[in-house]
């Protein structure tokens, strides 16, 4: 009702489809782990995907490394501008 509400969200870039997302009232690593194990359950990807993501906390935590890590998703970040 107040406050807000957070959406993750896996994006393919080949297609430019969403093909995983979470939704919650806190942005959290349980927030973004979820929204790629939807995204991993219904894409099955090889091993040696490239997530990219930018370097907010909740993809830089180890909770989500660890899970990536456990996916033999490569991670890729944004780099801090200027």
Same mark, same amino acid.
């Given at each position: 009702?107040?406050?807000?509400? +957070?959406?993750? &969200?896996?994006?393919?870039?080949?297609?430019?489809?969403?093909?995983? +997302? *979470?939704? &919650?009232?806190?942005?959290?690593?349980?927030?973004?782990?979820?929204?790629?194990?939807?995204?991993?359950? &219904?894409?099955?990807?090889?091993?040696?995907? %490239?997530?990219?993501?930018?370097?907010? &906390?909740? +993809?830089? *935590?180890?909770?989500?490394?660890?899970?990536?890590?456990?996916?033999? %998703?490569?991670?890729?970040? *944004?780099?801090?501008?200027?």
């Amino acid at each position: 009702r107040d406050g807000w509400c +957070y959406l993750a &969200s896996v994006l393919d870039l080949h297609s430019k489809k969403i093909v995983g +997302y *979470s939704f &919650s009232r806190s942005m959290t690593s349980d927030l973004v782990i979820e929204a790629l194990q939807n995204a991993c359950f &219904s894409q099955k990807p090889r091993k040696g995907l %490239i997530l990219h993501t930018d370097l907010g &906390s909740q +993809y830089t *935590s180890s909770e989500f490394t660890q899970h990536v890590q456990k996916q033999g %998703i490569k991670q890729s970040f *944004s780099q801090k501008g200027c």
